[in-house]
Structure formats: structure tokens, C-alpha cells
């Protein structure tokens, strides 16, 4: 991290003074009146691939955090699309809550997933859940369908992120965006020292791009100095952050054929529930997956993986 700050003291002190504002409730006990931030309380705003988007869709008017509610503030960020577009855990954790009217105030089918350290988030109005209470779940791992369920208008995702305890809500698009991820969609931001499928996805991408590395899934400083390598002979910052400048240089568009970039594809697809074998074919199991993945993602469903879809995968 010290040397990260070295590198980019501008864009540290950013997302730093983001956190501090975003999750400073949350972490108060770590965070409260430190100026520049310890190891542990850094490591909750590193754009470390362990957050994702919950759904894609797009931020319907009036549906921001804080928006008015009938004398009370908008507790979430309500994303909006079609009856059926999968929803997906934001993060690691257990389902702790999971039915109708759940929280106070909140109404139609719902679940929390608790993330640990007080974090908490909340998706509301669901059509079916495709999880039960109680369930250990992963980033990126199927949950539910989007709704109508309870008092709404239309379909849509109701998302609150908590970060002091159950009740104590965030704006979810601050919460998501200091963790690398735009809510509804959109590239992720993937920090040096992060870890997990995305990862491995990137070292799968890079592979087949030339460089050599070990899919361990751990954004160490082999795999930094091929990225800042790879960066540099794009003409692109080499800041070793695989973000949305660098992810659509390194995907590639795959209807088929095999190797580490379907490998990669595989990898993101499974952080979706996909369940394939990551045996580098693109065969029809595959492309079968991405279909399937496109349909519940309001996607194009033609069964190649172009820029778009990638972006919804590893987002
Ligand atoms: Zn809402």
C-alpha cells in the first residue's frame, strides 16, 4: 500500500477521503479522527475485486439514495430493468435475513447478506430468491430475480448497502464505487494486491496475451509488473490497476476456439454460477453459458463473448 501511495498520492487521497465519508459511520471505530488511514481500515477501501455489481440495469429518476419517501429519505439505490434479470450477491457473506418485509419499512420479497465488520446489504423486491436463508454465499454468485414484489411502480432492484451495523445505510453508488465497482454496471476497477476470480481472469487474459503468469487468483507483484508491462506497450497509464481503460484492451471478443483467454471467460462465467470446467474450449457448454448469462443480463444473446458482455461479467 506504501508504495501505492508513492505511485498515485492524488488518487489515494481521493479515494481515501471517500471512504472516510462514505463508510466513516461504519469504521468509526477505526477510522474516527485518523487523518490518513492504517493498514486494516485502507484494506476496506481497496479496490480489491471482493465487491461486485448486483445487477445490471440502469438508475431510474427519483430512485437515488436520500431521494424523498414520504417524510423519510430513500434508503437505497433502486436499479432498474426487466422481471427475471439476475441478481447477484455484491459480496461474500451469509443470507441472514430472506422473505417478505424482512427490514422494517421495507416491503415485497427481500434478503440481507451480512459481509462481516458490520457491513450489511439489502436487495428488495425480488421475483424469486435463488438462495436460502441462512446460505454461505459468494461474490458474483446468483441470489435471486429482480421484481416487482411489494410496493413499487415498476421492476427494479431496491440495493442499500449498510455499513455501521443493520440500519446504518450508505449511498450504495459512493459504497460501491470507493470498492471499484459501478453500481448497474460498468469495468471494475481491480487494485494491485487484490484477489479472487476476477484475478485469475486477468492472469488467464494476460496469459494469452503473452505474458506468462500463474492463475493463482493473487494480484501480486509478478502479475503487477506484467500488467504495468502490458500497460506501457498499450500507451496506456502503467499503474498495474486493471481498470476501465485497461479491461477493454486486454479481452478479447470469443465466439469459440480454445486457450487462457476462454479459460478466463470460464472463470468469470462460473463467478456467476455458470459451473463450468475451466478447460481453456470454448465449446458449446460454453457458449451455452454465455447465452444463458447475456438472457438474464438484458445482453444480446448471440453466444459471443464481445466487450459488453465482458463488462457485465467482470463487473
Ligand atoms: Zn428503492
Known amino acids: 500500500m506504501s508504495q501505492q501511495s508513492k505511485e498515485r498520492p492524488d488518487r489515494n487521497s481521493v479515494s481515501r477521503r471517500k471512504l472516510l465519508l462514505g463508510a466513516g459511520a461504519g469504521l468509526g471505530v477505526t477510522l474516527a479522527g485518523v487523518p490518513f488511514l ?27 439514495y436520500g431521494a424523498p419517501r414520504g417524510g423519510v429519505g430513500h434508503a437505497g439505490q433502486d436499479v432498474t430493468n426487466s422481471v427475471g434479470t439476475a441478481l447477484y450477491a455484491a459480496a461474500a457473506g451469509k443470507v441472514i435475513r430472506l422473505g417478505e418485509g424482512v427490514l ?39 441470489i435471486g430475480d429482480m421484481g416487482a414484489t411489494g410496493n413499487v411502480t415498476g421492476p427494479h432492484l431496491h440495493f442499500e448497502t449498510h455499513s455501521g451495523g443493520l440500519g446504518d445505510t450508505s449511498d450504495p453508488v459512493d459504497f460501491l464505487s470507493a470498492r471499484g465497482v459501478a453500481l448497474s454496471g460498468g469495468w471494475p476497477a481491480i487494485d494491485p494486491g487484490a484477489g479472487g476470480e476476477t484475478v485469475k481472469t486477468i492472469q488467464y487474459l ?38 476501465p481503460k485497461t479491461w477493454p484492451v486486454l479481452v ?14 470460464q472463470v468469470a462465467l462460473n463467478k456467476h454460477s455458470a459451473g463450468l470446467r475451466v478447460d481453456g474450449d470454448f465449446g458449446s457448454v460454453t457458449e451455452e453459458a454465455v447465452r444463458a448469462y447475456q ?10 463473448a464481445g466487450p459488453k458482455t465482458w463488462e457485465a461479467l467482470v463487473g
Open 252 to 265: 478479447y471478443t470469443l465466439t469459440g476456439g480454445d486457450g487462457n483467454h476462454v479459460k478466463g471467460l
Open 104 to 142: 422494517t419499512g421495507r416491503t415485497g420479497n427481500g434478503l440481507v447478506i451480512s459481509h462481516g465488520g458490520g457491513v450489511y446489504t439489502y436487495y428488495g423486491h425480488l421475483n424469486a430468491f435463488r438462495v436460502k436463508l441462512n446460505a454461505t454465499v459468494s461474490a458474483g454468485q446468483r
Open 295 to 304: 438472457g438474464v443480463n438484458r445482453l444480446v444473446v448471440d453466444g459471443e
Open 38 to 64: 492504517t493498514s486494516s481500515a485502507s484494506a476496506a477501501s481497496a479496490k480489491d475485486g471482493s465487491w461486485c455489481n448486483p445487477a445490471q440495469g440502469y438508475f431510474p429518476d427519483g430512485g437515488h
Open 206 to 243: 494476460m496469459t494469452q496475451r503473452g505474458y506468462e503468469l500463474v492463475a493463482d487468483g493473487d494480484y501480486g507483484s509478478t502479475s503487477q509488473a506484467a500488467v504495468k508491462k502490458f500497460q506501457k506497450e498499450k500507451g496506456l497509464v502503467d499503474d498495474a490497476q486493471v481498470g
